[in-house]
């Protein structure tokens, strides 16, 4: 234990792209033994800089040149990385070629990056994880609501704890609407400020100048969809153009106490300088709505009177990747085929635990079956005892058994408790059931829907999730 690993994170936006880089010490707690990543040193922080685009695609050339300074910048080795993650969000995660920048992307860093085009609800973990969980867990009893206002997006997630407990996404951001700064007019508008544009009767297109008039009844629209989503307001999606700006709803629980609130992204900068007394640039200075859209946050009761100040403000989603996104697995993990390593994008089929059907085990079993690629179970375990897993175990292989013929593509069981290598022996028998079997313990899925496992290092793999359910 004790070896240094390099952690990434790049956020490419709808304005701006970012990168941070890290280095770490795996570290054993004294208390539980699990291990964690400790003595954690920030090494690099790029300046931000433009989203590359040409035409209505994303320049892959000029991306790759950008990437490329920055690992040289940073001095980071792709084959050096032990973890972390890329994201493309807001409007440059809808371009065509979102794809191929994420495939770009683990081409240059190699297979230890988890790299996404567009997952909203990780984005929205990711970016409170980044941001507020410090604030969160200092504030244990308090809910506290996380706003990454950016270019495209909104990402909502609600914390408790420091922990995650919703997310949510609309499509509000200072760059569906761009504007030429000096004459203020405009180049283009998305397909929902268009449908904005229409529900409040304004009849402007790209080439005509839009009045401060008409920027200010935009951002009010968009700040009634923030309050509304913030308050559980009934009916506030209703409209066809309120529903169009929904990527993934977000409601608040039930009796739960009026959150406190944080923002991060572009436009949270804006508002924490606008709170902090500092003068804001002047109206479609970035060529956008965002000094707007903050001036009308911090002239709105509901979403300035309970704000709190997190300690990192800046690159929430850059951050929150390059510390968040892998996590480590526990000391007992199952492994006899570490050469099989790393495995990509494998999907995650079911949610099993020691009370399913055979039903349930026959299903989740068919499905690995015929996944081209292999699969991965998580495990729900309230009791780790030896003979809650030697049940569990035996009804696992019986369900491989009756399928017939085992596939030679990897099962990987993921569960959060400490019983890896005990789990992993009774499903196979000790050896006797033929199945490329990787069991990982000490993880959270997080409602994920895949899972991407790096090589070993030092007895610990990192393992990333994405595609997280609201």
Not at 82 to 105: E, H, P, V, Y
Request: glycine share 12%; net charge neutral; hydrophobic share 45%.
């Amino acid at each position: 234990m004790g070896a240094q690993v390099t952690l990434l994170g790049l956020d490419f936006g709808s304005t701006t792209s970012c990168a941070v880089a890290a280095s770490a010490t795996l570290t054993r707690a004294a208390g539980s033994g699990r291990v964690e990543l400790g003595a954690l040193e920030e090494r690099y922080r790029s300046e931000m800089a433009l989203t590359p685009f040409a035409g209505d695609a994303l320049d892959l050339d000029a991306a790759a040149a950008l990437l490329d300074r920055w690992l040289a910048e940073a001095g980071v080795a792709p084959g050096a990385l032990f973890g972390g993650g890329a994201i493309i969000t807001g409007l440059a995660a809808r371009r065509s070629n979102a794809d191929a920048l994420a495939a770009l992307i683990r081409a240059r860093v190699g297979e230890a990056l988890l790299a996404v085009a567009e997952d909203p609800c990780l984005e929205s973990w990711v970016a409170f994880m980044g941001s507020a969980a410090p604030l969160s867990r200092a504030r244990p009893g308090e809910p506290l609501v996380n706003l990454d206002i950016g270019g495209g997006t909104t990402n909502i997630a609600l914390g408790l704890a420091g922990e995650v407990q919703r997310t949510g996404c609309l499509l509000v951001g200072a760059r569906h609407v761009a504007l030429d700064p000096r004459s203020r007019r405009l180049r283009a508008l998305s397909p929902e400020a268009r449908a904005a544009f229409d529900h409040l009767g304004l009849r402007r297109g790209p080439g005509e100048v839009l009045s401060q008039a008409e920027a200010e009844a935009v951002v009010a629209f968009y700040v009634d969809l923030l309050e509304a989503a913030i308050t559980g307001r009934a009916g506030a999606f209703d409209a066809p153009a309120a529903a169009r700006h929904v990527q993934v709803p977000f409601a608040l629980p039930e009796g739960i106490a009026a959150p406190t609130l944080t923002f991060s992204g572009g436009v949270g900068e804006l508002i924490y300088a606008g709170l902090a007394g500092r003068p804001l640039p002047e109206p479609a200075h970035h060529g956008d709505l965002g000094v707007d859209l903050a001036r009308a946050i911090l002239a709105s009761p509901r979403l300035s009177a309970r704000v709190a100040t997190p300690a990192s403000m800046g690159r929430a989603t850059a951050y929150g990747l390059l510390r968040h996104a892998t996590q480590l697995s526990g000391a007992t993990l199952f492994l006899p085929r570490p050469g099989r390593l790393p495995l990509r994008d494998l999907p995650i089929l079911a949610r099993l635990s020691p009370v399913s059907s055979d039903a349930e085990l026959d299903h989740a079993v068919d499905l690995f079956r015929r996944s081209t690629c292999g699969g991965s179970l998580e495990i729900a375990l309230d009791d780790v005892s030896a003979a809650t897993l030697k049940r569990l175990g035996a009804r696992i292989a019986g369900a491989l058994r009756r399928a017939g013929p085992i596939p030679e593509h990897p099962l990987v069981l993921l569960t959060a408790k400490n019983a890896g290598k005990t789990l992993g022996g009774y499903v196979t028998g000790w050896g006797a059931l033929p199945i490329d079997l990787l069991v990982i313990d000490e993880v959270q899925a997080h409602g994920a829907r895949f899972v991407q496992v790096g090589r070993l290092c030092d007895q610990i793999l990192p393992v990333s999730f994405y595609g997280m359910t609201p």
